[in-house]
């Protein structure tokens, strides 16, 4: 039987059996700050190399292209297209930019994209490791990368927004709010912080017992719900569900009732129940908040917990980075404090 002890969230040795997987998050400021640093000069000549006339579309190429639709598409001036596939669309050519972003740089899928993108002569951006399999295809006319050390997605992800910022096609995407925004949740949710005023140790609390259902009301931040629950997932092998309203009201709805009479401790006793995880990145759009009122009273009328994230970062990025840190944490937690009697 699995079970979850809080106790393993403040205890010294426990901490130093996952202060690895937690370095790693506490880290994350920094990756972001050494990846902007290494990149300022290739970033540069890229800016300066860009074409005088705006392309007629962008596309992303790649399996992490839809970090960049997230934050692109309600801002991009032209059409844009999220492409995660081995290819391109049909019509991709010379008057388009295509945009890539692989910080790892080793998977077969995109460098045939970046290829493809090369041979039909599109111009063509890419943040990767050099020298990496995907870099060795990049060579082209109208291409420039962005040279990647950090391994890290958010990381490399800033440098290219940071790109498509500067030559008019994006959202401003400054590197150090972003790292900022980061150092303030390492703060926030440290190892060496008490549960009592730790947002990311409260939360896997509230985790240990329950299936997360995690909604984001903007399209990063839900972008942010669907990499929690991923993270939540892995740290517990436990079902959670990240999705818009439509997907989450139904299970709100068939939840019973909390019976106050069971036995959590009995054999068989209860099921670990949903819990509703809002990721709340200051949106005040009208639609936003009326589908969040929905979803937070439909918990309460079945008797399910919710447990709200928030973000004050000074940019978009920043709050995405801020939400999904803080999702992050809590899954490790989480993980932490499982243990198999």
């Not at 392309?55 to 992303?60: L, M, T």
């Not at 629950?229 to 959670?240: C, D, N, Q, T």
Request: glycine residues 8%; hydrophobic residues 45%; contains cysteine.
């Amino acid at each position: 039987m699995t079970w979850f002890d809080e106790s393993r969230l403040d205890d010294e040795r426990a901490l130093g059996a996952a202060d690895l997987r937690l370095r790693t998050l506490a880290e994350a400021g920094a990756r972001v700050r050494r990846e902007s640093t290494e990149v300022t000069e290739a970033l540069d000549a890229a800016v300066s190399a860009a074409r005088d006339s705006r392309p007629r579309a962008v596309i992303a190429a790649g399996p992490d292209s839809r970090l960049l639709r997230a934050v692109l598409e309600p801002w991009c001036p032209v059409p844009f297209v999220a492409w995660p596939g081995p290819s391109l669309p049909g019509w991709a050519g010379g008057m388009d930019l295509v945009v890539v972003l692989a910080p790892e740089g080793d998977d077969p899928a995109t460098a045939a994209a970046v290829s493809e993108a090369v041979r039909r002569g599109c111009q063509v951006v890419v943040a990767c490791p050099q020298p990496s399999l995907v870099d060795q295809h990049a060579g082209g006319r109208w291409s420039t990368v962005l040279p990647s050390v950090a391994h890290d997605q958010l990381a490399t992800a800033v440098v290219l927004l940071d790109y498509l910022h500067r030559v008019g096609l994006g959202p401003e995407a400054d590197a150090e709010s972003v790292a900022v925004a980061l150092d303030d949740v390492a703060v926030r949710c440290s190892p060496h912080r008490d549960l009592s005023v730790n947002p990311a140790k409260l939360l896997a609390i509230s985790l240990a017992d329950a299936n997360p259902l995690v909604w984001g009301g903007s399209v990063l931040a839900a972008r942010a719900g669907r990499r929690v629950a991923e993270s939540v997932r892995r740290a517990s092998g436990r079902a959670a569900l990240a999705g818009d309203a439509e997907h989450l009201l139904p299970v709100l709805e068939a939840t019973p009732q909390r019976d106050v009479f069971d036995d959590p401790f009995a054999e068989g006793g209860a099921e670990h129940r949903p819990v509703l995880v809002v990721l709340d990145d200051g949106s005040d759009e009208p639609v936003t908040r009326a589908t969040e009122r929905r979803l937070r009273e439909t918990a309460d009328a079945r008797g399910v917990r919710v447990e709200t994230v928030t973000s004050d970062a000074a940019t978009e990025v920043g709050r995405y980075a801020q939400l999904l840190l803080t999702g992050t944490w809590a899954a490790e937690y989480l993980r932490l404090g499982l243990v198999d009697d």
